[in-house]
């Protein structure tokens, strides 16, 4: 990209387009058919070829690319800043080097475009996508298939499944709606990051080069240089609007929060100012020159103080992400200035590292992954990895990208993508083998909590699989009734056993804690012929305690309560569950709360919702909190499976700070099921009993030990409620 070159578009065209380019009944050369077989309507592959202006010499010399070093040293500042914040050895808003490479990738597709356009007359759609294919999919297929070996050697099975699935989607350029859905599955909050979760800003970049293209050669086709002006501008604003007025934690990842970014490095093309020359180019000189030189200099001092100012925690993308957008497009503008930013971007040693930037930004995550297997990094574990992605990506630009690019034999655009399409195959292909391992075989017959409650030595066969572990969460889940974070609506999952209008209509109710019990009451509902109903929220304990979550209100969670209570008045079960997590940030008079004030307040607002339930005539049954087990105990288990006592947790250790469920419930004289003595021992909480893996997680039962609970439950229940509830539970029943 030249600084400083217009990017005209205003062609002079010829009166009639090239017959491959119209729509048509007779095939040509670069055309695609439109319809079914005896449609005959034939569309082109690449827009209609124009007539350029007649370029004099000397303007043609000047409408070259020269190559821009300081673009290049740009990359490696937006590169250093993201593999020094992972490796955590730079300031806490390293992440944003992504934001960067948005802007930076949309300024130079764009010109790109522009100016085949005014060279040629067109754009080669087929032909653009075909050498994107050359220099992209050869480094990130190498990465993606040494991350899907080494993972299937370095990795806990129980990660397994998910990186295969990641590699898949990387490989089709969609791993961020991927990520975005998990970024709101309340069962992945907590798991480990994946080897490929940086791809998901790889795979906007893919899509943004699949669609802008298009979108451009409609705006070239009127030749208004106004009319793609308020185009990109349109997207700009759009993406940004949504970006702000919608957000939540998926917006990190969607495409459609993000590409303003790119659309603002875009309209950075379009815009930027032919050369002066002459008495033009001194008056400029003398005029502005200084002030030009500022304003790059101060892009570069926008960006690099953001990287102090911003943190996980800081709404993104939001206002703090223009900030970075407008800087990298000031330097991109006005960098060129004399003694402007390019002084330091044009370095050679950043220049270099830019050349790199693209294998080094694939590299690094997985390694900062494989190597946090066994805990955080430390400073010079840091070190060793940013010293071995730079090896790693120097080597990937010599060996892969450069005679990729080069090669002759996929030059023919029809070749290149046809390499492109195999390669990413042979990528897909590789995470589905990946995701189809299995680390021990199934237990057919399993006890579970019937079996004996002691620390399993050893695990030949389990059920479920550790890999299959964080999916083992019951019907509930598996019909979708759980409300996710923003969701404030509730989702009633209805398992309808009745055989009269006699029987009972019970209803369990609360967070993901009252989830992971709904198996073993499903089992008893069978039994017993109830009406069970699940209503549950993710992360909304069933109580009038405010709670924090991402340092705001939790609005969705008190939106929630207030229509399950409607709905409970409607329904009037005979008997109500409930439960909830025990250690929720809560909020009291507008300030997060901790200690002992917190724990009143999570007596106080569990206990507000059990009398409102007791004025109302409805009985409730609460179940004591169960054992957080400070690790993830499906990755824990298949690291161990010769030695589960390892992932065994002391009794006291995973049961301290629990009481509340308990407290609010005894000041209410409501019954309180406590099986904890059938997940730990008298002094250990093992992670496996009977074959059966007890956690899908850190702390939630898995659906499958919850349903070896129920006949304890049942037996419980029989005892704690009041004997004229006999009509919901009869012992014994079969």
């Not at 522009?114 to 220099?135: D, N, P, Q, S, Y």
């Not at 994946?194 to 050669?217: C, G």
């Not at 995701?435 to 909590?449: I, K, M, N, W």
């Not at 400070?630 to 250790?653: F, H, I, W, Y």
Request: hydrophobic share 45%.
């Amino acid at each position: 990209m030249e600084a400083g070159t217009g990017l005209p578009l205003r062609p002079r065209t010829s009166t009639a387009p090239e017959p491959a380019a119209r729509i048509g009944r007779t095939p040509a050369a670069g055309t695609l058919r439109l319809g079914p077989p005896s449609s005959g309507l034939w569309i082109p592959l690449q827009t209609p070829r124009t007539e350029p202006i007649p370029v004099r010499p000397a303007r043609a010399a000047a409408e070259r690319t020269p190559f821009r070093s300081d673009v290049q040293g740009l990359r490696a500042v937006a590169v250093l800043m993201v593999l020094l914040y992972h490796t955590g050895l730079g300031p806490s808003g390293g992440f944003l080097g992504v934001d960067v490479f948005f802007v930076l990738s949309g300024f130079l597709i764009t010109g790109l475009l522009v100016r085949e356009h005014h060279k040629t007359g067109r754009i080669a759609l087929a032909a653009f996508w075909a050498k994107r294919a050359r220099r992209l999919l050869p480094a990130s297929v190498l990465v993606l298939l040494f991350t899907c070996v080494t993972a299937r050697w370095w990795l806990p099975a129980a990660r397994w499944e998910d990186i295969g699935h990641d590699a898949i989607a990387s490989a089709a350029y969609a791993i961020n709606w991927r990520m975005a859905a998990e970024s709101v599955d309340y069962l992945s909050e907590g798991a480990a990051p994946s080897p490929l979760q940086h791809f998901w800003s790889l795979a906007i970049e893919e899509q943004f080069y699949v669609a802008w293209p298009l979108l451009i050669s409609l705006v070239l086709l009127v030749r208004t240089r106004l009319l793609a002006i308020a185009a990109i501008s349109a997207v700009i604003a759009g993406s940004l609007g949504l970006a702000l007025l919608t957000y939540s934690p998926q917006t990190y990842f969607t495409t459609h929060t993000r590409v303003w970014e790119l659309a603002a490095g875009a309209l950075c093309a379009i815009t930027m100012p032919r050369p002066r020359r002459g008495r033009h180019l001194q008056a400029a000189s003398t005029g502005q020159s200084r002030l030009k030189a500022g304003l790059g200099w101060a892009g570069l001092v926008m960006i690099i103080g953001a990287l102090f100012v911003v943190g996980p925690s800081t709404m993104w993308p939001g206002p703090l992400t223009v900030l970075v957008v407008v800087g990298t497009v000031l330097i991109l503008r006005y960098g060129l200035a004399p003694q402007g930013s390019h002084r330091l971007l044009s370095n050679r040693v950043l220049t270099r590292i830019g050349d790199i930037s693209y294998s080094l930004y694939l590299w690094h995550w997985p390694l900062v992954v494989f190597a946090q297997v066994d805990g955080e990094l430390t400073a010079t574990e840091g070190l060793a990895i940013v010293a071995i992605s730079l090896a790693l990506a120097a080597a990937t630009y010599v060996l892969v990208e450069n005679p990729a690019r080069s090669a002759r034999f996929w030059a023919p655009t029809k070749f290149g993508l046809a390499g492109g399409l195999t390669l990413a195959l042979v990528a897909a292909g590789s995470g589905s083998v990946l995701a189809q391992q299995r680390s021990v075989p199934e237990a057919v017959h399993a006890l579970g909590a019937a079996g004996d409650i002691v620390v399993q030595p050893t695990a030949n066969a389990l059920t479920p699989r550790p890999e299959e572990a964080k999916n083992d969460s019951g019907d509930i889940y598996t019909r979708g009734c759980p409300s996710n974070y923003a969701d404030p609506g509730v989702r009633p999952c209805v398992f309808d056993f009745r055989t009269g209008p006699a029987s009972p209509t019970v209803v369990a109710v609360g967070d993901s804690k009252m989830g992971q019990w709904v198996p073993a009451l499903q089992e008893i509902a069978q039994e017993q012929n109830w009406r069970l109903i699940s209503m549950t929220k993710a992360g909304c304990a069933f109580s009038d305690t405010q709670r924090n979550e991402n340092r705001a209100l939790y609005t969705s969670c008190i939106t929630w309560n207030h229509s399950v209570l409607e709905q409970i008045r409607a329904i009037g079960p005979d008997l109500l569950f409930t439960t909830q997590l025990e250690t929720y940030p809560v909020l009291l008079e507008g300030r997060v709360v901790k200690g002992e004030a917190k724990r009143r307040e999570m007596i106080r607002g569990l206990g507000v919702r059990l009398e409102e339930m007791k004025s109302q005539g409805i009985p409730v049954v609460t179940f004591a909190e169960t054992p957080r087990m400070a690790m993830d105990v499906p990755e824990c288990v298949s690291l161990n499976l010769q030695t589960l006592a390892g992932c065994a947790k002391d009794r006291v250790e995973a049961l301290s700070g629990s009481g509340i469920v308990k407290a609010a419930a005894q000041r209410a004289g409501d019954p309180v099921l406590d099986l904890n003595d059938r997940l730990c021992t008298f002094s250990q909480c093992p992670a496996v009993i009977g074959d059966v893996l007890i956690y899908r997680d850190d702390h939630h039962l898995s659906g499958t030990y919850s349903a070896t609970l129920a006949p304890f439950v049942r037996d419980r229940l029989a005892a704690a409620i009041d004997p004229a509830l006999a009509r919901v539970l009869v012992p014994n029943r079969s």
